[in-house]
């Protein structure tokens, strides 16, 4: 599969925990997003790399969060700190520069 | 910040029918607005798009028209069958996608057989 790849797909965790989630973009894509999904919603933008360059965070994005992709490859989103709040989809979508973006199957975050 | 705002949320039509979803958007300087078609538990994927120096583009049963000046556009679906069920996004940026997408909170579309 040449798509975007993520993981884990699923993942529950208690308050107060720390979880990691991994994106592999597509290989040839240099740009990098991060959004986030709650039920009955559309995604909502997190932060993007072009290449390893975090070049954007919104500021939905708490200091809790943090996002990299050191080698300009893969990247991974920390959440330190959970909270219920943080329970959603954690969406990850790649693009070559400023063409159409393609997004991964998402991980699903319950904060119990 | 750009804001897009869709509607309406929910939409049911009956199988044959058309289907039309609209959004507007407050920034001038976007100039990109793609639309994504995401099924229960799936990712969201490309249907069409458009940028701002067409007013409309067509792909067999789908059609997306862009009114700059109004700053609104619309997804149009003609002869609608079951498997057009899903919920629908459209989004906007600017700079051709050198901003990161803005997307609208979405619309149900149930269509019924």
């Known amino acids: 599969d040449t798509g975007v790849s993520q993981n884990p797909r699923h993942k529950i965790t208690k308050r107060g925990q720390n979880v990691t989630f991994r994106c592999d973009p597509i290989?040839?894509?240099?740009?990098l997003y991060w959004y986030r999904q709650t039920l009955g919603q559309g995604p909502e933008f997190l932060t993007y790399?072009?290449?390893?360059?975090?070049?954007?965070k919104s500021r939905l994005l708490s200091d809790r969060f943090s996002a990299e992709r050191p080698k300009g490859s893969f990247s991974t989103l920390e959440i330190q700190r959970t909270e219920q709040g943080d329970s959603a989809m954690y969406l990850c979508?790649?693009?070559?520069?400023?063409?159409?973006?393609?997004f991964g199957e998402g991980s699903w975050l319950t904060v119990v | 910040g750009e804001n897009v705002e869709q509607h309406p949320s929910t939409l049911s039509v009956q199988e044959g029918d058309s289907a039309v979803i609209k959004c507007t958007y407050s920034?001038?300087?976007?100039?990109?607005f793609p639309w994504y078609k995401q099924e229960l538990g799936k990712r969201p994927q490309l249907i069409i798009d458009?940028?701002?120096?067409?007013g409309e583009k067509k792909d067999q049963r789908i059609a997306v028209t862009l009114n700059k000046t109004a700053k609104h556009f619309s997804l149009h679906i003609t002869e609608t069958q079951p498997e057009d069920s899903a919920v629908y996004f459209c989004?906007?940026?600017?700079?051709?996608?050198?901003?990161?997408?803005?997307f609208g909170k979405g619309t149900r579309l149930s269509v019924i057989a």
């Open positions: 979508a790649s693009s070559l520069q400023g063409n159409t973006i393609y």
């Open positions: 290989s040839e894509h240099n740009r």
């Open positions: 790399f072009q290449n390893e360059a975090q070049l954007e």
């Open positions: 920034d001038s300087a976007s100039n990109y």
């Open positions: 458009i940028r701002s120096n067409v």
């Open positions: 989004a906007a940026s600017s700079g051709s996608g050198n901003t990161p997408l803005v």
